[in-house]
């Protein structure tokens, strides 16, 4: 069997991998131990997975694969975040971002190539849909990235949206959250939405992480002008979905509200914001636009974010400020994308100069 006709191991549950194990005529207790290695030990050879005979290790070599994707570029940052652009089999590449602050090392990882959400503040908005991530290169991008040390938490808050490719989505949070692989709580996994109203109560109901909605707007004419998809699912019915969400526990919806200068972020819109969230347990995120080359907003002033915070506080609002990481290696959400691919694109151009150049000697 050549490697294009071998299957993919990675990426599937438990039980599908039993299912395999014993379809090769092994006991299903082996599919235990390379459930250990591929996302424990983190082993994409099945010949060093030691403790697996070595007539088992050569039938799974015969059938089976267990891909990785790559690192291209790593873009490592002042403040200790790391950028990475990943490369997948096929050659698409996307970003995932390590975020270290004290006492939690957070990776931000992606969920499609492109996005078909278009937001306007957004460098990934402008790229072109490609395709979904599957599962095992979403989990991948922790596995098999060398971070600076142990990740404890993850956020789906990278390329794409995370319920646009909901099947694979969850999956991938099956393995992260696995307490036979990567032992990822779910208190320590953050799902970000652009507020797809129909897959919310499916999620809140599959328990595997912790919801986020992008809300970045106080109306619906704000929010459309930047936010498309609000035209499908207007704010009125974004907030009665929140507000009717049956939660386990003590959960509660985080609201991400990136300000933008002269656009989101004044007095007034704190309050209509207030208004929003007020009767929805939730907590608000507050972050400051971080400016790329490729969209003509502008970051509020740190008083003015201080401001719109007080406001929020004053009203007995749980509100965080988050300051934007890695601002010093292209941070922005698919910025690093595009700068590879314009470089490609400009070495090609270059190299067909000199081609061209040489002919005419
Ligand atoms: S903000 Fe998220 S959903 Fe919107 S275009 Fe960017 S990646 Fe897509």
Redesign the pocket.
């Known amino acids: 069997m050549d490697s294009q006709t071998k299957e993919n191991l990675k990426g599937l549950p438990l039980p599908e991998l039993e299912a395999r194990i014993l379809a090769m005529g092994h006991p299903a207790f082996r599919a235990r131990q390379l459930y250990r290695w591929m996302y424990k030990e983190r082993e994409s050879d099945f010949q060093k997975m030691t403790d697996l005979s070595k007539q088992f290790r050569q039938h799974l070599e015969e059938q089976f694969t267990l891909p990785k994707i790559e690192v291209s570029e790593t873009h490592p940052s002042d403040d200790g975040t790391v950028k990475y652009l990943v490369r997948l089999p096929d050659g698409q590449q996307v970003e995932s971002v390590f975020i270290p602050t004290e006492g939690r090392a957070t990776l931000c990882v992606s969920t499609q190539v492109g996005?078909k959400?278009?937001?306007t503040?957004?460098a990934?908005?402008y790229q072109k849909f490609v395709r979904d991530l599957k599962a095992w290169e979403i989990v991948d991008q922790l596995l098999s990235v060398p971070h600076p040390r142990p990740v404890t938490n993850i956020v789906l808050m990278g390329?794409?949206?995370p319920f646009d490719n909901y099947e694979e989505v969850m999956k991938a949070l099956k393995l992260f959250n696995d307490p036979m692989g990567l032992k990822i709580g779910k208190r320590h996994i953050t799902v970000s939405t652009?507020g797809i109203t129909d897959k919310i109560q499916d999620f809140i109901d599959a328990s595997l992480g912790k919801l986020a909605i992008?809300l970045h707007g106080t109306t619906d004419e704000q929010r459309s002008h930047i936010?498309p998809i609000n035209a499908k699912f207007p704010l009125k019915e974004l907030m009665d979905t929140c507000r009717s969400l049956r939660f386990r526990g003590t959960e509660r919806v985080t609201f991400e509200y990136i300000l933008i200068k002269d656009f989101n972020d004044s007095d007034e819109d704190a309050h209509r914001l207030i208004k929003l969230v007020h009767d929805i347990p939730s907590k608000i995120n507050l972050l400051a636009y971080n400016e790329n080359p490729f969209v003509d907003f502008k970051r509020p002033s740190e008083d003015r974010v201080l401001r719109f915070q007080n406001i929020l506080l004053k009203h007995h609002l749980t509100s965080t400020y988050r300051r934007s990481r890695g601002r010093d290696v292209a941070a922005a959400?698919?910025q690093l994308r595009i700068e590879a691919e314009n470089r490609l694109k400009r070495q090609a151009w270059e190299r067909l100069k000199s081609v061209q150049v040489s002919a005419n000697l």
């Open positions: 996005c959400m278009a937001c503040f957004c990934t908005g390329m794409g949206e652009v992008s936010m959400c698919g």
